[in-house]
């Protein structure tokens, strides 16, 4: 069955970057479009970009354009989600979610969720 | 690119149904076809529920269901149950910066009476 399972929660001082990873498992990896979606605690869901694993394109939300990057590492079924200058705004769940094909426009698989604290 | 408005919280009896409103601009929800529902519990990963506007995933209650006009879509509850005590969101497809992204409703939290 598809699993997408990320890495552990994180502790960030201001300034600092974090990389979450998240690990595809059970279905052909670039069959899946990668999304990065996050949730401040008590707040809403914020969806922050898109990665291709097929050809390794991206699309990242405006807010944060410049700060973020996305990869992917074909050989370990592995996406990566990057952001850097960090404040105690980005105190977050961090999401992967998983597009089941092209133009599907909706997440049916979602990581665990990684907690990003950034604090002083 | 704005949130998505929703109500900030809908209840009702079981048994009853209910409606949450999801209502955005002819830039997402109103000019695609492309408004999908999650359901959250507490400290849990978002479920889809509903993508297309309509369509259901299989496995999901057949008690959901979704509809849309206009700039609004809305995801109604059936015969509703203490299980489905939880936060929903909407999320939209929208091309208004000139690229294909993603908006997500503010959520509504449901309270089973």
């Known amino acids: 069955q598809v699993q997408l399972v990320q890495s552990g929660a994180e502790v960030k001082k201001p300034g600092a970057s974090v990389k979450v990873s998240c690990k595809a498992s059970g279905y052909t990896f670039t069959s899946y479009n990668i999304h990065w979606v996050r949730q401040a605690p008590g707040q809403g869901l914020e969806w922050m970009g898109i990665i291709y694993p097929s050809s390794g394109s991206t699309i990242y939300t405006q807010k944060f354009q410049g700060r973020v990057t996305m990869t992917r590492d074909t050989s370990t079924s592995t996406v990566y989600m990057e952001l850097s200058s960090l404040s105690s705004e980005d105190t977050a769940v961090y999401f992967c979610a998983g597009e089941p094909y092209n133009r599907a426009y909706y997440f049916d698989y979602w990581g665990q969720g990684t907690l990003v604290t950034v604090s002083s | 690119q704005s949130a998505l408005t929703q109500p900030a919280s809908v209840s009702g009896s079981p048994g009853q149904s209910i409606t949450i409103s999801c209502t955005g601009t002819n830039g997402d929800v109103g000019g695609y076809n492309l408004v999908s529902w999650y359901q959250q519990h507490p400290g849990k990963v978002p479920k889809l529920l509903i993508y297309?506007?309509?369509k259901r995933p299989s496995g999901v209650s057949f008690r959901f269901s979704g509809s849309k006009s206009g700039n609004t879509a809305s995801l109604t509850i059936s015969d509703i149950q203490a299980e489905d005590e939880a936060d929903y969101y909407c999320?939209?497809?929208?091309?208004?910066?000139?690229?294909?992204?993603?908006?997500f409703g503010t959520g509504a939290k449901v309270t089973v009476l």
């Open positions: 999320c939209s497809y929208t091309n208004i910066a000139g690229f294909g992204s993603y908006v």
């Open positions: 297309e506007v309509t």
